[in-house]
């Protein structure tokens, strides 16, 4: 089992950054596929980004490229989603998702075997 808990939410103003975070634990961060999805209320929920634990492979929405950066600090089994020009459209439930995998490519919530509680954001305009 992997264990997966989120931190970083909170509120900002448009056009502002935060820093989301989720530390994995339980089994070796290895050969994780480890994305970040987020849910809005009435939406349905989507990938932002991914990395993948043993190559540093990331992957990105076409509605966060150049604005999100994943990163992942494998010493502390832990990756990180830096979200840049914040827009009220971003307002939503975040969730960090893992899969035991050699690729990454997938988008699909149900290709995610764990999850995290999910850490709110809130951006005001």
């Known amino acids: 089992q992997v264990q997966l808990v989120e931190s970083g939410g909170g509120s900002v103003q448009a056009g502002g950054s935060l820093r989301l975070s989720c530390t994995a634990s339980g089994n070796t961060y290895s050969r994780l596929c480890m994305g970040w999805f987020r849910q809005a209320p009435g939406k349905e929920r989507e990938r932002l980004a991914a990395i993948y634990s043993g190559g540093g492979n990331t992957y990105y929405a076409d509605s966060v490229k150049g604005r999100f950066t994943v990163s992942q600090d494998n010493a502390k089994s832990t990756v990180y989603l830096q979200m840049n020009s914040l827009k009220p459209e971003a307002t939503a439930m975040y969730y960090c998702?893992?899969?035991?995998?050699?690729?990454?490519?997938?988008?699909?919530?149900?290709?995610?075997?764990?999850w995290g509680q999910g850490t709110q954001v809130t951006v005001s305009s």
């Open positions: 998702a893992a899969r035991r995998t050699s690729v990454c490519f997938l988008r699909r919530g149900a290709d995610y075997n764990y």
